[in-house]
């Protein structure tokens, strides 16, 4: 692999390590560029690593723009509140009083769902939902009226489930109770008050600055730019945010706080601020939801937490607030999945002394793994439990729909062994799909209905 320059903003000699480890994660998993922040003791630690592109390269710097994908959706989260404050939106009244013209196949669902259903993924539809609607203003509203031919998987507010689909309706009702399309809306809510004066939402703001390309490994090849680059403009509630490692510490600076901004200002009441950190539903193996973020305990301590994906390019956002701690890594490699969860793993280890109990596996009868194994669907990929010799194996099989309903399926990755951690709780072992986590969930008479990673798969 090629040099990999570093731009470090940071004496700290725990950094310094840090960084280091990031250079040997980017050579072993042959991901182009990175850039981290990370916010300790008060003090902010900055760097890029490597390029932005292997075709174009530049060097990646703390002000490289990278797709921060669903960290968005905190935004998104965080504009809603703006706007609950305000009066304008009531977390627990029907979506339909906002948006009459609501359509959706269950009418039910139409009838009942919530503004907070949306911000907690508890819509219950088809939520990989990624439709190319045009880029003029009427972009949200078009994609809002596809979603009527969306199926309604579970009722809403029974079974929690990753809902991109979702966070497109909560766009639209920020749109509609303002009257101003979502961008504008999120700029002068949550973006100039917060001095990220470097975070854009369209590419014709990007294309003058430096910017990220994704790429996939290939086997033979190394890192390929993936194309396209930009995610339609339906999609900017859900993932559209372009930002940088410097400016996602100006946003971890507020989250982390009682909700006045670094200039004096107060944008959301600490009450608010801690109600968006706080349970509102369960999530999956034993996380939970918040208003936007998701919740997780390790080694005991609450930590706050997002990321993203896009074309290429992925994110990881992660806040201790009782330690007044964050981190976030950006990437421009879809094995920068593997290389952040690595990085953030050595962080909150280093730095706070959170490290995750190692995982004891169960040893599965063949019986009792026979249970498990067959083919699992949704929307994005079937993936199909089985068993060689004993050992079970997962398959995952991409069935395209992004970043565009239309999009073709991805190659499939190499199969992985599974092992059990848990009853009913698995673990993928083997790159690319190591550490993706399975919940099998039954139905109340006990045979199992659903293979559950962030998505509903149902079984076949």
């Known amino acids: 692999m090629y040099h990999i320059p570093v731009h470090h903003e940071s004496s700290d000699a725990d950094f310094r390590q840090l960084s280091d480890f990031v250079v040997r994660e980017m050579r072993r998993l042959q991901v182009p560029g990175v ?20 075709e174009n390269p530049l060097p990646v710097t703390a002000d490289t723009l990278f797709q921060i994908g669903s960290t968005t959706k905190t935004v998104t989260g965080t504009v809603v509140m703006r706007l609950v404050e305000r009066g304008l939106i009531d977390l627990d009244a029907p979506v339909k009083h906002y948006l009459p013209e609501l359509r959706l196949k269950d009418k039910a669902a139409e009838e009942s769902v ?14 990989d939902f990624f439709r190319e609607t045009g880029s003029g203003d009427d972009c949200l509203a078009r994609y809002v009226a596809e979603m009527a031919s969306l199926p309604q998987v579970v009722p809403p507010g029974t079974i929690w489930a990753y809902n991109n689909a979702g966070f497109g309706l909560a766009g639209r009702v920020i749109e509609v109770v303002t009257g101003r399309s979502y961008e504008p809306v999120a700029q002068e809510l949550v973006l100039d008050p917060l001095g990220m004066d470097n975070s854009f939402f369209f590419p014709a703001e990007v294309i003058s600055r430096r910017f990220a390309v994704g790429h996939r490994v290939d086997e033979k090849d190394g890192p390929v730019v993936e194309r396209p680059w930009a995610l339609a403009r339906s999609a900017h509630a859900v993932g559209g945010l372009c930002s940088s490692a410097r400016d996602q510490m100006r946003y971890a600076r507020f989250h982390l706080g009682d ?83 690595e990085v953030v793993k050595w962080a909150m280890g280093h730095y706070l002394g959170l490290v995750e109990p190692e995982m004891a596996y169960l040893s599965l009868e063949p019986a009792a793994l026979a249970e498990y194994t067959g083919t699992y669907k949704a929307r994005l990929s079937h993936l199909t439990i089985y068993e060689v010799d004993g050992q079970p194996m997962m398959r995952s099989t991409p069935q395209g729909g992004f970043p565009d309903v239309d999009s073709p399926a991805s190659p499939p990755p190499p199969p992985s062994r599974v092992a059990f951690f848990a009853p009913d709780c698995a673990i993928a072992l083997d790159p690319p799909l190591i550490n993706m986590k399975m919940q099998f969930l039954r139905d109340e008479a006990g045979p199992i209905v659903w293979l559950r990673t962030s998505r509903l798969h149902r079984r076949e």
């Open 259 to 341: 909700g006045v901004t670094a200039r004096g200002e107060r944008l959301l009441s600490a009450e608010t601020m801690a109600a968006m950190q706080s349970r509102q539903c369960a999530a999956n193996l034993g996380r939970e939801m918040g208003l936007s973020w998701i919740l997780k305990e390790m080694d005991g301590v609450p930590t706050v937490l997002h990321g993203g994906a896009t074309n290429g390019q992925m994110s990881a956002f992660v806040m201790v607030p009782s330690r007044g701690f964050a981190i976030t890594v950006l990437t421009n490699a879809e094995e920068g999945g593997m290389l952040h969860d």
């Open 114 to 127: 919530t503004t907070r259903d949306l911000l907690t993924h508890m819509g219950g539809w088809l939520g």
């Open 35 to 54: 850039a981290v922040g990370l916010l300790h003791d008060g003090r902010e630690h900055l760097a890029g690593f490597g390029i932005t592109s292997v």
